[in-house]
Protein backbone atom coordinates (compact mmCIF):
# COMPACT_ATOMS: atom_id res chain seq x y z
CA UNK A 1 0.00 0.00 0.00
CA UNK A 2 1.83 3.54 -0.50
CA UNK A 3 0.20 7.06 0.73
CA UNK A 4 -1.43 7.19 -2.15
CA UNK A 5 -3.95 4.56 -1.36
CA UNK A 6 -4.64 6.30 1.89
CA UNK A 7 -7.16 9.49 1.89
CA UNK A 8 -6.06 11.96 4.42
CA UNK A 9 -9.47 12.66 6.45
CA UNK A 10 -7.82 14.67 9.33
CA UNK A 11 -9.50 14.39 12.71
CA UNK A 12 -9.14 17.08 15.34
CA UNK A 13 -8.92 14.62 18.38
CA UNK A 14 -5.52 13.62 19.07
CA UNK A 15 -2.53 14.60 21.05
CA UNK A 16 1.16 14.02 21.79
CA UNK A 17 1.93 10.61 22.86
CA UNK A 18 2.68 10.79 26.99
CA UNK A 19 5.83 10.09 28.48
CA UNK A 20 8.09 9.12 25.37
CA UNK A 21 6.09 6.67 24.83
CA UNK A 22 6.22 4.86 21.36
CA UNK A 23 3.53 2.43 19.69
CA UNK A 24 3.85 -1.24 20.78
CA UNK A 25 0.34 -2.32 19.72
CA UNK A 26 -2.17 -1.94 17.16
CA UNK A 27 -5.71 -2.07 18.51
CA UNK A 28 -8.73 -3.67 16.06
CA UNK A 29 -11.79 -2.46 16.27
CA UNK A 30 -15.18 -2.23 14.96
CA UNK A 31 -17.21 1.21 14.19
CA UNK A 32 -20.75 -0.38 15.22
CA UNK A 33 -22.09 2.72 13.17
CA UNK A 34 -24.52 2.14 10.29
CA UNK A 35 -21.94 3.55 7.64
CA UNK A 36 -18.08 5.01 7.22
CA UNK A 37 -19.76 8.46 6.56
CA UNK A 38 -21.08 8.06 9.72
CA UNK A 39 -18.23 6.50 11.72
CA UNK A 40 -15.93 9.10 9.79
CA UNK A 41 -17.90 12.04 11.03
CA UNK A 42 -18.00 10.92 14.51
CA UNK A 43 -14.25 10.31 14.77
CA UNK A 44 -13.52 13.24 13.17
CA UNK A 45 -16.17 15.51 15.50
CA UNK A 46 -14.57 17.64 18.39
CA UNK A 47 -17.77 17.32 20.14
CA UNK A 48 -17.30 13.16 20.69
CA UNK A 49 -13.67 13.44 21.62
CA UNK A 50 -12.90 9.78 20.26
CA UNK A 51 -10.45 8.96 17.03
CA UNK A 52 -8.49 6.54 15.45
CA UNK A 53 -5.16 6.75 13.04
CA UNK A 54 -6.86 4.69 10.25
CA UNK A 55 -10.78 3.81 9.73
CA UNK A 56 -11.06 0.76 6.93
CA UNK A 57 -14.18 0.85 4.76
CA UNK A 58 -16.20 -2.19 3.42
CA UNK A 59 -14.89 -1.49 0.25
CA UNK A 60 -11.28 -1.35 1.28
CA UNK A 61 -10.78 2.46 1.32
CA UNK A 62 -8.53 3.36 4.58
CA UNK A 63 -8.82 6.77 5.77
CA UNK A 64 -6.27 8.18 7.89
CA UNK A 65 -7.63 10.66 10.51
CA UNK A 66 -4.44 10.88 12.68
CA UNK A 67 -0.85 10.66 11.78
CA UNK A 68 1.02 7.37 13.34
CA UNK A 69 3.53 9.37 15.57
CA UNK A 70 0.13 11.21 17.50
CA UNK A 71 -2.23 9.76 20.48
CA UNK A 72 -5.06 9.11 18.86
CA UNK A 73 -8.19 8.50 20.87
CA UNK A 74 -9.48 5.34 20.35
CA UNK A 75 -8.90 2.88 23.11
CA UNK A 76 -10.17 4.29 26.38
CA UNK A 77 -9.86 2.90 29.68
CA UNK A 78 -8.01 -0.62 30.20
CA UNK A 79 -5.03 -2.70 30.54
CA UNK A 80 -2.53 -5.05 29.00
CA UNK A 81 0.00 -6.83 29.91
CA UNK A 82 0.05 -4.89 33.00
CA UNK A 83 0.50 -1.64 30.40
CA UNK A 84 -2.62 1.17 31.17
CA UNK A 85 -2.65 4.57 28.83
CA UNK A 86 -2.92 2.28 25.82
CA UNK A 87 -3.63 5.27 23.26
CA UNK A 88 -0.14 6.50 24.55
CA UNK A 89 1.21 2.93 23.38
CA UNK A 90 -1.01 2.04 20.20
CA UNK A 91 -2.33 2.71 16.56
CA UNK A 92 -6.04 2.38 16.22
CA UNK A 93 -7.52 0.99 13.77
CA UNK A 94 -11.30 1.04 13.11
CA UNK A 95 -13.23 -1.08 10.65
CA UNK A 96 -16.65 -0.06 9.14
CA UNK A 97 -18.96 -3.27 10.66
CA UNK A 98 -22.00 -3.32 12.85
CA UNK A 99 -20.38 -6.04 14.96
CA UNK A 100 -22.89 -9.05 13.72
CA UNK A 101 -21.93 -9.08 10.22
CA UNK A 102 -18.88 -10.49 8.61
CA UNK A 103 -15.78 -8.60 7.81
CA UNK A 104 -15.78 -7.85 3.84
CA UNK A 105 -12.81 -9.40 1.65
CA UNK A 106 -12.02 -5.79 0.29
CA UNK A 107 -12.10 -4.58 4.02
CA UNK A 108 -9.35 -7.27 5.00
CA UNK A 109 -6.97 -7.03 2.16
CA UNK A 110 -6.88 -3.83 2.72
CA UNK A 111 -6.01 -4.43 6.46
CA UNK A 112 -3.63 -7.46 5.59
CA UNK A 113 -1.81 -4.35 3.40
CA UNK A 114 -2.08 -1.42 5.78
CA UNK A 115 -0.57 -3.59 8.91
CA UNK A 116 3.02 -4.11 7.69
CA UNK A 117 3.72 -1.25 7.13
CA UNK A 118 2.79 0.42 10.34
CA UNK A 119 4.43 -3.21 12.27
CA UNK A 120 8.04 -2.80 10.09
CA UNK A 121 7.78 1.12 10.66
CA UNK A 122 7.36 0.83 14.71
CA UNK A 123 8.73 -2.88 14.83
CA UNK A 124 5.66 -3.83 16.33
CA UNK A 125 5.49 -7.66 16.73
CA UNK A 126 2.49 -10.12 15.67
CA UNK A 127 1.78 -10.24 19.30
CA UNK A 128 1.28 -6.52 19.43
CA UNK A 129 -1.58 -6.74 17.54
CA UNK A 130 -5.01 -6.69 19.83
CA UNK A 131 -8.47 -6.20 20.00
CA UNK A 132 -10.22 -3.38 22.00
CA UNK A 133 -12.21 -6.16 23.79
CA UNK A 134 -8.86 -7.90 25.09
CA UNK A 135 -7.89 -4.75 27.16
CA UNK A 136 -11.48 -3.67 27.81
CA UNK A 137 -12.95 -6.86 28.46
CA UNK A 138 -15.89 -5.58 30.95
CA UNK A 139 -16.64 -2.76 28.42
CA UNK A 140 -16.15 -3.83 24.86
CA UNK A 141 -16.60 -6.94 22.62
CA UNK A 142 -14.87 -5.48 19.70
CA UNK A 143 -13.82 -6.48 17.17
CA UNK A 144 -15.83 -9.02 17.98
CA UNK A 145 -16.78 -13.12 17.43
CA UNK A 146 -16.63 -12.37 13.44
CA UNK A 147 -13.11 -11.02 12.93
CA UNK A 148 -11.19 -13.65 11.19
CA UNK A 149 -7.74 -13.72 13.30
CA UNK A 150 -6.62 -16.87 11.77
CA UNK A 151 -6.63 -15.13 8.69
CA UNK A 152 -4.37 -12.45 10.01
CA UNK A 153 -2.45 -15.18 11.94
CA UNK A 154 -1.52 -16.96 8.57
CA UNK A 155 -0.14 -14.28 6.95
CA UNK A 156 2.46 -13.49 9.74
CA UNK A 157 0.54 -10.29 11.16
CA UNK A 158 -1.34 -12.07 14.37
CA UNK A 159 -0.82 -14.53 16.74
CA UNK A 160 -2.85 -17.69 17.04
CA UNK A 161 -2.56 -20.75 19.29
CA UNK A 162 -1.79 -24.15 19.02
CA UNK A 163 -3.53 -26.53 21.05
CA UNK A 164 -0.41 -28.81 22.39
CA UNK A 165 -0.56 -27.72 26.26
CA UNK A 166 -3.01 -28.88 28.94
CA UNK A 167 -3.87 -27.05 32.23
CA UNK A 168 -5.59 -26.71 35.04
CA UNK A 169 -8.77 -24.85 35.12
CA UNK A 170 -7.18 -23.48 38.72
CA UNK A 171 -4.76 -21.83 36.30
CA UNK A 172 -6.82 -19.79 34.72
CA UNK A 173 -6.18 -16.82 36.31
CA UNK A 174 -2.27 -17.03 36.43
CA UNK A 175 -1.91 -17.69 32.51
CA UNK A 176 -4.33 -15.19 31.43
CA UNK A 177 -2.43 -12.87 33.85
CA UNK A 178 1.00 -14.05 32.26
CA UNK A 179 -0.56 -13.46 28.36
CA UNK A 180 -1.97 -9.87 29.31
CA UNK A 181 -4.89 -9.96 30.74
CA UNK A 182 -6.59 -7.99 33.77
CA UNK A 183 -8.12 -10.33 35.81
CA UNK A 184 -9.82 -7.49 38.03
CA UNK A 185 -12.25 -7.61 35.38
CA UNK A 186 -13.20 -10.88 36.14
CA UNK A 187 -13.03 -14.35 34.76
CA UNK A 188 -15.98 -14.09 32.99
CA UNK A 189 -15.22 -11.26 30.78
CA UNK A 190 -11.68 -12.53 30.42
CA UNK A 191 -12.97 -15.59 29.30
CA UNK A 192 -15.40 -13.99 27.00
CA UNK A 193 -12.62 -11.80 25.19
CA UNK A 194 -10.63 -14.99 25.06
CA UNK A 195 -13.00 -16.84 23.07
CA UNK A 196 -14.14 -14.01 21.31
CA UNK A 197 -10.55 -13.99 19.74
CA UNK A 198 -9.32 -17.33 19.54
CA UNK A 199 -12.55 -19.43 19.83
CA UNK A 200 -15.16 -17.83 18.97
CA UNK A 201 -17.63 -21.32 18.69
CA UNK A 202 -17.07 -21.94 22.60
CA UNK A 203 -19.63 -20.72 25.06
CA UNK A 204 -20.46 -21.86 28.34
CA UNK A 205 -18.21 -22.73 31.66
CA UNK A 206 -14.04 -22.90 31.14
CA UNK A 207 -13.51 -25.53 29.36
CA UNK A 208 -10.39 -27.67 28.92
CA UNK A 209 -9.99 -26.12 25.71
CA UNK A 210 -9.61 -23.26 27.03
CA UNK A 211 -7.10 -24.09 29.08
CA UNK A 212 -4.82 -25.48 26.14
CA UNK A 213 -5.51 -21.85 24.50
CA UNK A 214 -4.14 -20.18 27.49
CA UNK A 215 -1.33 -22.51 28.72
CA UNK A 216 -0.07 -22.00 25.05
CA UNK A 217 -0.24 -18.55 25.14
CA UNK A 218 1.30 -18.10 28.52
CA UNK A 219 3.59 -19.98 27.51
CA UNK A 220 5.08 -18.50 24.10
CA UNK A 221 4.11 -14.87 24.76
CA UNK A 222 4.64 -14.36 28.26
CA UNK A 223 4.60 -10.64 29.58
CA UNK A 224 7.24 -9.10 30.10
CA UNK A 225 8.71 -5.62 31.63
CA UNK A 226 7.74 -3.13 29.01
CA UNK A 227 10.61 -1.79 27.05
CA UNK A 228 9.73 1.54 25.85
CA UNK A 229 8.96 3.05 29.64
CA UNK A 230 11.24 5.65 30.10
ZN1 LIG B 1 -13.29 -0.21 19.92
Given at each position: MTASDVIAHPSPNFGPRRDGLLPSLIVIHY????DAPSALARLCSEEFEVSAHYLICKKGQVYQ?????ARAWHAGAGMWRGMADINSRSIGIELD????TPFSEPQMTALETLLPGIMTRWN?????LIGHSDMAPTRKAD?????DWARLALQGLAIWPEGTKTADQTEFATLATRFGYDMTQGEGAVLDALRQRFAPWRDGPVQDADMATLADLAARFPVEPPQNIT
Amino acid sequence: MTASDVIAHPSPNFGPRRDGLLPSLIVIHYTAMADAPSALARLCSEEFEVSAHYLICKKGQVYQMVEESARAWHAGAGMWRGMADINSRSIGIELDNDGQTPFSEPQMTALETLLPGIMTRWNIAPEGLIGHSDMAPTRKADPGRKFDWARLALQGLAIWPEGTKTADQTEFATLATRFGYDMTQGEGAVLDALRQRFAPWRDGPVQDADMATLADLAARFPVEPPQNIT
